[in-house]
């Protein structure tokens, strides 16, 4: 009898134990080395990374809280930018595209490339990407380049049905079907409702009686002089009309991870003519934020759901938010906030469902990248909150 009882107490003991074990989460990868969180610095030496950053890095909360109105009749506005959006694939291989493969095997659901971070783009004012593609059924243009993009036009709804408001549309791959191709594209936008913008072209949403005008650009080398010159001035009339003003750049070189001084110099310049938020492109790596003016830099989003690659070298990226506050024609930027994430649900290959990070230590490395490459710039902000103060 006391050997059944002193069974009965020891399975009760490991009862109660287990209760109290914490679940663990089977563990995130990154795809880049350098995103790992660094080992403890000796002591007496900094960690490479920042040693205070994993501890001061908050869990992350990816639900905004937007409020129309505050009792004073401030309006607020949020708005979630993302990077580089490439839809379709590459008309120039035989066969499915990888996208196009991977649409299928999500029973071509066209919520698929949203469906992890549409709680966040359908609670915001606003949402933008930069939609590096085509929408068009028109043939190939640039025959010698090493990609051509497009996807076909009903393919839209995988952005309207995402909750992705804007779109900027200047960059290297708008005219991969030429002329014919951009302009399907254009009126295939306008049809769903979603407002672009290009060098040509200022796009304007309007969201609880505020007026958002876009501008986008193309930055070249031989462009700096003459888009410092046109930049300000579009800015100044779009300000003149408008309550914010978002200027988009595609700019930079391909995979890099920190602006250049041709970068540098016209962000800021754009800001100086009035502009409330500059958002950067192209490079598909993620760069760090200056806040300069009270207005932030956003030098790259890297990617978002990014069909050029079936498992790019680094997939990691974030979503960056802006709290505007609205009052008499003033506007303020109130908070912002990152949401650091992957451009797929899965660590061995792409799918293209951008997915927020929930490992502590996989939101750490992001952070802890974008601070180290912001260490040379004079404006760069020096917290990188992942929920609003």
């Not at 300069?292 to 990226?317: C, E, H, Q, R, W």
């Amino acid at each position: 009898m006391f050997g059944k009882h002193r069974i009965i107490a020891l399975f009760l003991l490991l009862t109660l134990i287990l209760s109290f074990t914490p679940f663990v989460q089977a563990d995130e990868e990154v795809s880049l080395s350098q995103f790992m969180t660094p080992p403890p610095a000796a002591e007496g030496q900094d960690s490479v990374m920042g040693v205070a950053d994993q501890a001061d890095s908050p869990a992350v909360t990816p639900e905004p809280a937007p409020v129309d109105a505050l009792p004073d009749g401030t309006v607020q506005i949020v708005i979630t930018a993302a990077g580089d959006t490439t839809i379709g694939g590459d008309v120039t291989k035989r066969g499915d595209s990888i996208f196009d493969k991977e649409y299928k095997k999500q029973d071509m659901d066209p919520n698929f490339i949203c469906r992890n971070v549409q709680h966040i783009f359908e609670h915001d004012d606003m949402t933008i990407v930069n939609f590096e593609g085509t929408l068009t059924t028109a043939p190939v243009y640039k025959t010698k380049n090493q990609f051509v993009f497009s996807a076909p036009p009903e393919y839209v709804k995988l952005l309207t049905n995402g909750s992705i408001e804007a779109v900027a549309l200047e960059n290297n791959h708008v005219m991969d079907h030429g002329e014919a191709g951009l302009a399907e594209t254009k009126a295939t936008l306008d049809s769903a409702g979603i407002v672009w913008s290009d060098s040509k072209n200022m796009g304007v949403y309007k969201v609880k009686g505020v007026s958002i005008a876009m501008l986008t650009y193309q930055q070249y080398r031989d462009k700096v002089s003459e888009l410092l010159v046109q930049v300000p001035l579009d800015v100044a009339r779009a300000k003149a009309a408008h309550d914010i003003v978002i200027v988009s750049f595609h700019w930079g070189q391909e995979l890099d991870y920190k602006p250049n001084q041709n970068q540098i110099n016209l962000g800021r310049a754009t800001i100086d003519a009035g502009a409330d938020l500059v958002l950067g492109h192209h490079s598909h790596r993620i760069n760090p934020i200056e806040r300069y003016k009270d207005k932030y830099i956003v030098y790259s989003l890297g990617n978002f759901s990014f069909a050029g690659n079936t498992k790019p070298s680094d997939m990691s990226t974030f979503l960056f938010q802006v709290r505007f506050d609205v009052k008499n024609g003033q506007v303020k930027s109130d908070a912002f906030r990152i949401i650091p994430s992957r451009i797929s649900s899965k660590t061995d290959y792409n799918d293209f469902a951008p997915t927020p990070f929930t490992d502590q230590r996989l939101i750490d490395n992001v952070i802890n990248m974008l601070k180290s490459n912001g260490k040379n710039l004079q404006y760069a902000v020096d917290f990188y909150p992942v929920d609003w103060e």
